[in-house]
């Protein structure tokens, strides 16, 4: 198993700055990607950035210019670095690890709310 623990979401003003972080433990060797994903109220879960082993990263379109992923692999952690937040960011934000050995795994969330 892969557990996930996020932090570092909460209540920030349009145009500000936050930065999540996920920890990843346990099976972490057959990790081969991580990501993050986001859901807003009545909304599908989406995909917001993903990052690779190599290094490859994916982002929305929503997202991009805005958003960046990275990870430290000593630490075994990945970040999402948001700036330039709008109100339609707006949702809780969930941790998620792709694994070949376990299949999917997710955190259990984390807030963020973009409002003045």
């Known amino acids: 198993q892969v557990q996930l623990v996020e932090s570092g979401g909460g209540l920030v003003q349009p145009g500000g700055s936050l930065r999540l972080s996920c920890a990843a433990s346990?099976?972490?060797?057959?990790?081969?990607?991580m990501g993050w994903h986001r859901q807003a109220p009545g909304k599908q879960r989406e995909l917001v950035a993903r990052?690779?082993?190599?290094?490859?990263?994916d982002y929305a379109d929503s997202v991009k210019g805005r958003f960046t992923i990275s990870r430290d692999k000593s630490k075994n952690t990945v970040y999402l670095q948001m700036n330039s937040l709008k109100p339609e960011d707006t949702a809780v934000y969930y941790c998620?690890?792709?694994?070949?050995?376990?299949?999917?795994?997710w955190g259990q969330g984390t807030q963020v709310t973009v409002s003045s």
């Open positions: 346990g099976s972490i060797f057959s990790i081969y990607a």
């Open positions: 998620n690890a792709e694994s070949r050995v376990v299949g999917p795994s």
């Open positions: 990052i690779t082993n190599g290094g490859s990263t």
